[in-house]
């Protein structure tokens, strides 16, 4: 294993004072929450069509029908460049990547970022399907998008949410995957994990966790979503000093009508509270296994993230590939490919050597 360091220039205006940084290796979540709401104008399932309404730092938006869902997602570079998915997490969007995907397009990689289901323009086919936010259901959506853009394999970068997703295609679909960059590393998880219970200090750092576990926490959610998105921002990235347009951008995404319920499903299914769907038992069985990552893989850690993470020690043996970790400086927190892009663009142009 290669253990780098690697400076991010930094404007010092984008900096606050230093917050804590944190630690926990938690799992948990979730409830099987079904808003009334009908899906709108479903399209053929191969269908692409263009969005009126283009968000900054993208060149375009498109939409696809893919497995059970309409997704959203911005399609940079060349059409017949090395494809490259990145997925964001919560509370973000697909403007963690407004910068990461230029520069890789610009170096003739495809890029493509999906909004995840409950983000965004994306939508359920159906008012019907369980809005449910497991890991593999999440997966499995990425899996589906790359048959529906007939992309064989790719490579895969993520953080938060998305790094967890990136992991598990790499752990079960490892031809689909060609090599993965994982901000904070293996993040698979399972149920039984989530029942462990943590020293109370690090319990304290996943308070949302059991927020979300409550009807008032689904509530106080959808009330004040946006201020509850802004204080995950500034605690989990305490030196990210981003200014009101920069999340105003990314939190127009949580007005999807899932949001609320996918959020909590999610956090509620970790901890046992909700149940997942059974089509994807079998998928979540060999999740519990913790199964060893084959890709090539570089991951990521900035030197202030203040939300619950892993050390690079803890899991380095859970990839047995090409690997490498890379520690970001200068201030960098949870969401290290907006903090970073430059770092994080590199180590997708990096990882495919190792």
């Known amino acids: 294993m290669n253990t780098n360091t690697v400076s991010e220039t930094i404007d010092p205006r984008r900096r606050q004072l230093i917050g804590a940084a944190a630690m926990g290796l938690a799992a948990a979540e979730f409830a099987m929450v079904r808003p009334a709401w009908a899906a709108s104008g479903t399209t053929s399932p191969a269908k692409v069509t263009a969005m009126a309404t283009i968000p900054d730092g993208f060149a375009g938006m498109k939409q696809i029908n893919a497995g059970v869902l309409n997704i959203g997602y911005a399609d940079l570079g060349p059409s017949d460049g090395l494809p490259v998915i990145l997925l964001h997490g919560w509370p973000y969007d697909i403007h963690t990547y407004a910068d990461v995907a230029p520069i890789l397009a610009s170096k003739g990689h495809r890029v493509i970022v999906p909004h995840l289901r409950g983000y965004g323009s994306t939508r359920f086919l159906s008012s019907d ?43 079960l679909w490892p031809e689909r995957c060609k090599a993965m960059v994982s901000v ?35 509530a106080g959610y959808e009330k004040y979503r946006r201020d509850f998105a802004r204080l995950i921002w500034q605690t989990a990235s305490p030196q990210w000093n981003f200014d009101d347009a920069t999340f105003e951008r990314s ?36 999740l519990a296994q913790a199964p060893v990552i084959t890709v090539p893989t570089i991951t990521l850690e900035g030197d202030a993230n203040g939300a619950p993470h892993p050390e690079p ?15 970001i400086a200068g201030g960098i927190g949870h969401n290290l490919p907006q903090e970073a892009p430059q770092a994080f663009a590199q180590a997708v142009i990096d990882v495919e050597g190792l």
């Open 129 to 171: 399907a369980p809005r449910n936010g497991q890991q593999s259901a999440i997966a499995s959506d990425v899996v589906a998008l790359m048959d529906a853009l007939a992309i064989d394999n790719a490579i895969l970068g993520g953080c938060d949410w998305g790094a967890r997703t990136a992991n598990i295609v790499a752990a």
């Open 184 to 218: 904070s590393g293996y993040l698979i998880g399972n149920q039984q994990l989530g029942m462990v219970p943590l020293p109370p200090k690090a319990e304290l750092q996943w308070w949302y966790q059991y927020y979300f576990a409550t009807e008032r926490g689904r």
């Open 251 to 286: 939190a127009a995404a949580f007005n999807n009508p899932d949001h609320v319920a996918i959020v909590t499903h999610n956090y509620r299914w970790r901890l046992g509270l909700a149940e997942g769907e059974t089509q994807y038992d079998a998928l979540e069985q060999r």
């Open 313 to 327: 020690g803890v899991y380095a043996k859970m990839f047995s590939g090409g690997y490498e970790h890379r520690s």
